[in-house]
């Protein structure tokens, strides 16, 4: 920013080399989205409260306490500290936003206008800025004030009422809802960047987790809304399909998926049960998922006669799609992750182990993401920021006097 140059720090270059971005982001949709860009070369900030973002600190696993959530998210960014609600700390923004292409910040509204982040305060300031922000319910209807996380989006999309047993409503562990908004906020950044290089002129992008989880549900509720089916949960066999299920075999689990007619006919080869082919129970896929609890227990036999290892080697003859149900310990050390090359080997200074951090899911053959730095420590790149934007040591001295970093 200003005369500072990312580069020269070592930050990786790409597709997105030179492209600016202040991360305001916090948890995983704002962050998420950020590394995104960083890992195809965009400079980012990561800017934390003087005291550190919350997110800093979840799950902690260095000695300070730093969390396994900020590790993986915040890799290939710069790190500041900043107090945007002071007079000087709105100065420092200013000048930020006014060398910057994007602004990421998942905060609610009213906070957005708090700090100065809103559109229209950074369009004022740099015409050609976009703002990408992501908040619960997103900033019109009834609940545009509310608060909310992952769990909640997923609560109300219907997702949760349709995972689990029917008494027992069960949330997904993994955080899906909140790595699919960043997911999107960074394609929607993107159209925006594009849009930019032809008009010169910014925009507001904006993504919110129940949209998200809706989409992720959306095929659940047109059924429902047309046919009134009323489904329940069914832990994990599917309803419009089958085998589609968990199995506990002579020593773990596996899970098997098998959709559509050819799938099918393969499984019940590999069962010796061919006259199910022409059983008018098992007609088609919608059929064997209203008759799924039989195919699952004749599925269920087969594998408790052998150890998963076992049953993969076969079904995997037969091409069906199958895997091991495996403890995070395991997955860490499954033969086809490592020899891929999933994990990113990283060190942070406060912390003798190294750590995994998975690579860039999008693959591309000219211009790879790539995983360079690790995430950085409160306030590490604090001076050489500052001093970018044409401060002063002194200015900088009397900033960490006046707690605005």
């Known amino acids: ?65 730093q969390g396994a959530m900020f590790l993986q998210l915040n890799r290939n960014k710069m790190g500041l500290t900043l107090n945007p609600t002071k007079d000087k700390g709105r100065e420092i923004v200013r000048r930020l936003v006014e060398n910057s292409d994007i602004v990421i910040a998942n905060l609610p509204e009213q906070t957005l206008k708090s700090m100065g982040l809103d559109y229209d305060d950074l369009k004022l300031i740099n015409p050609g800025i976009i703002l990408t922000s992501n908040t619960a319910f997103g900033t019109t209807g009834p609940y545009a004030e509310r608060v909310g996380f992952d769990g909640v989006a997923q609560a109300m999309s219907g997702a949760m009422d349709m995972t689990g047993q029917p008494d027992q409503p069960t949330k ?55 046919l009134n089916v009323n489904r329940v949960a069914s832990m994990n066999r599917a309803q419009t399909s089958g085998p589609s299920d968990t199995f506990k075999t002579k020593d773990g689990w596996i899970l098997v998926q098998t959709v559509g007619g050819p799938l099918f006919e393969r499984w019940v080869k590999l069962m010796g049960e061919e006259n199910w082919l022409t059983d008018e129970r098992f007609k088609d896929d919608l059929s064997r998922g209203e008759n799924g609890e039989l195919i699952s227990a004749r599925m269920s036999d087969w594998c408790a006669e ?39 080997k990283m060190k942070y200074p406060t912390m003798d182990k190294e750590y995994s951090v998975v690579g860039p899911a999008i693959e591309l053959s000219e211009n790879p993401g790539q ?16 001093s970018g934007l044409g401060y002063t040591q002194e200015d900088i001295e009397q900033f960490k006097i006046d707690r605005i970093i």
């Open 306 to 344: 052998r150890t998963s290892k076992e049953a993969i080697q076969a079904l995997e003859s037969s091409r069906i799609p199958v895997g091991e149900v495996l403890k995070a310990k395991e997955t860490l050390n499954e033969e086809h992750i490592l020899k891929k090359g999933s994990f990113i």
């Open 371 to 386: 995983i360079k730095t690790r995430s950085p420590e409160l306030g590490e790149h604090n001076i050489e920021i500052l």
């Open 1 to 65: 920013m200003g005369k500072f140059n990312l580069k020269e720090t070592g930050f990786m270059s790409g597709i997105l080399e030179g492209v600016k971005v202040l991360d305001f982001g916090r948890y995983i949709a704002g962050p998420f989205c950020g590394a995104l860009l960083a890992d195809y070369g965009a400079e980012v900030i990561r800017i934390e409260r003087v005291s550190g973002s919350e997110d800093r600190y979840v799950t902690p696993v260095t000695e300070d306490g």
């Open 172 to 226: 997904a562990y993994a955080p899906y809802v909140d790595f699919c908004s960043a997911s999107l906020a960074a394609f929607g950044t993107l159209l925006a960047y594009l849009e930019k290089q032809k008009t010169g002129k910014g925009q507001r992008v904006q993504t919110s987790l129940l949209q998200t989880a809706l989409t992720t549900t959306n095929s659940l509720l047109i059924e429902q809304e047309i």
